[in-house]
């Protein structure tokens, strides 16, 4: 195989906690070093974010804007090699020819823009919410009821429930996407061709999951998800998961009518909201979930899935009554 060079671009801020596993896990591929660049753009971090970067040879830029979408972006502006890939601080590469397989369908085909694993690995030492949302295939359980996903979720055996058709190359899927449903691709390890980001390159914000959305904009873009997966270590408790949650929705209230953004969120939420609501009040659909989810995985993380649904609820609700009444921002 011809192999490309790649960009890895790591927004962090205070990231001591997973940075350095998730440097090392990157330094251990069997990918030759020289085609591998990594550039760190830091938000300011007031931690020992920057000195564990430079010990494991990261490039630091600095953040200004703060936020891990401005991060990619101002990554991205240092960036030369063929393909850029997004991973996060808090990510880890679970094998070392974790790149080897990511690049291969981008060497097979050429027309595949970009490529993400189609699974979050789950490791018996990670945090029970790590772990639960690793089953569950996402970090917002809202997304379960919406269908729109795009790691393998143990409750529906899926990858996603969009109807999407893929044709299964052996190592991967492969697939087109154009005008209709489009998953959530774009975040925790997905790699593209440099040109796909080309109108991210002058913008103060890379949004991942937009990438798709502009490119579609030409016609059908083929992608590719590859069957292998990738740790991420999202929360360790019901106060930090709440306080992503809340993150989570401040940036969506903030920025859902920013220009450029694309992905199109409000043609598919609706009916899977009410779904999630109703599922919350009644409880007895979330007890259901949590058995059926048991029964395939026995992990106690899934008696998560219940309070998780309910804290999701809770800070959902509250921030959209604030944003409507206060015009609450995501810095606030």
Same mark, same amino acid.
């Given at each position: 195989?011809?192999?490309?060079?790649?960009?890895?671009?790591?927004?962090?801020?205070?990231?001591?906690?997973?940075?350095?596993?998730?440097?090392?896990?990157?330094?251990?591929?069997? +990918?030759?070093?020289?085609?591998?660049?990594?550039?760190?753009?830091?938000?300011? =971090?007031?931690?020992?974010?920057?000195?564990?970067?430079?010990?494991?040879?990261?490039?630091?830029?600095?953040?200004?804007?703060?936020?891990?979408?401005?991060?990619?972006?101002?990554?991205?502006?240092?960036?030369?090699?063929?393909? &850029?890939?997004?991973?996060?601080?808090?990510?880890?590469?679970?094998?070392?020819?974790?790149? #080897?397989?990511?690049?291969?369908?981008? &060497?097979?085909?050429?027309?595949?823009?970009?490529?993400?694993? $189609?699974?979050?690995?789950?490791? =018996?030492?990670?945090?029970?919410?790590?772990?639960?949302?690793?089953?569950?295939?996402?970090?917002?359980?809202?997304?379960?009821?919406?269908?729109?996903?795009?790691?393998?979720?143990?409750?529906?055996?899926?990858?996603?429930?969009?109807?999407?058709? &893929?044709?299964?190359?052996?190592?991967?899927?492969?697939?087109?996407?154009?005008?209709?449903?489009?998953?959530?691709?774009?975040?925790?390890?997905?790699?593209?061709?440099?040109?796909?980001?080309?109108?991210?390159?002058? #913008?103060?914000?890379?949004?991942?999951?937009?990438?798709?959305?502009?490119?579609?904009?030409?016609?059908?873009?083929?992608?590719?998800?590859?069957?292998?997966?990738?740790?991420?270590? +999202?929360?360790?408790?019901?106060?930090?998961?709440?306080?992503?949650?809340?993150?989570?929705? #401040?940036?969506?209230?903030?920025?859902?009518?920013?220009?450029?953004?694309?992905?199109?969120?409000?043609?598919?939420? #609706?009916?899977?909201?009410?779904?999630?609501?109703?599922? =919350?009040?009644?409880?007895?659909?979330?007890?259901?979930?949590?058995?059926?989810?048991?029964?395939?995985?026995?992990?106690?993380? $899934?008696?998560?899935?219940?309070?998780?649904?309910?804290?999701?609820?809770?800070?959902?609700? =509250?921030?959209?009554?604030?944003?409507?009444?206060?015009?609450?921002?995501?810095?606030?």
């Amino acid at each position: 195989m011809n192999l490309p060079s790649i960009s890895v671009l790591i927004p962090t801020l205070n990231s001591e906690a997973t940075l350095g596993e998730c440097l090392d896990s990157i330094a251990s591929q069997d +990918y030759p070093a020289e085609l591998v660049e990594v550039i760190v753009a830091d938000g300011g =971090s007031r931690d020992e974010t920057c000195e564990i970067a430079n010990a494991h040879g990261g490039r630091l830029v600095s953040n200004p804007l703060r936020t891990g979408e401005a991060g990619k972006a101002a990554a991205l502006r240092h960036s030369s090699h063929d393909l &850029v890939a997004l991973i996060d601080s808090d990510n880890i590469l679970p094998q070392r020819d974790w790149f #080897r397989r990511m690049v291969a369908p981008l &060497v097979d085909d050429e027309a595949v823009v970009g490529t993400e694993p $189609w699974k979050f690995t789950r490791r =018996s030492g990670d945090p029970a919410f790590t772990r639960y949302c690793a089953m569950l295939g996402m970090n917002d359980p809202v997304c379960h009821f919406i269908g729109n996903y795009d790691r393998m979720n143990l409750l529906t055996g899926r990858w996603t429930s969009l109807p999407i058709r &893929v044709e299964d190359r052996g190592g991967y899927l492969i697939f087109n996407l154009g005008s209709g449903p489009m998953p959530t691709i774009g975040a925790n390890g997905t790699i593209w061709r440099r040109r796909s980001l080309e109108p991210w390159a002058d #913008r103060d914000y890379l949004f991942d999951i937009d990438v798709l959305g502009e490119l579609a904009k030409g016609g059908a873009v083929r992608f590719a998800k590859v069957k292998v997966g990738i740790v991420h270590i +999202y929360a360790v408790g019901l106060r930090q998961f709440a306080d992503k949650q809340r993150r989570r929705v #401040r940036d969506y209230l903030s920025f859902r009518r920013a220009t450029g953004r694309t992905y199109p969120w409000e043609s598919h939420t #609706r009916t899977g909201i009410a779904r999630f609501v109703l599922a =919350s009040v009644a409880v007895i659909p979330l007890l259901i979930d949590t058995v059926r989810g048991y029964r395939r995985s026995r992990d106690f993380a $899934w008696l998560l899935h219940a309070p998780a649904c309910w804290l999701t609820l809770a800070v959902y609700g =509250s921030e959209l009554i604030l944003h409507q009444l206060a015009g609450r921002t995501r810095n606030q």
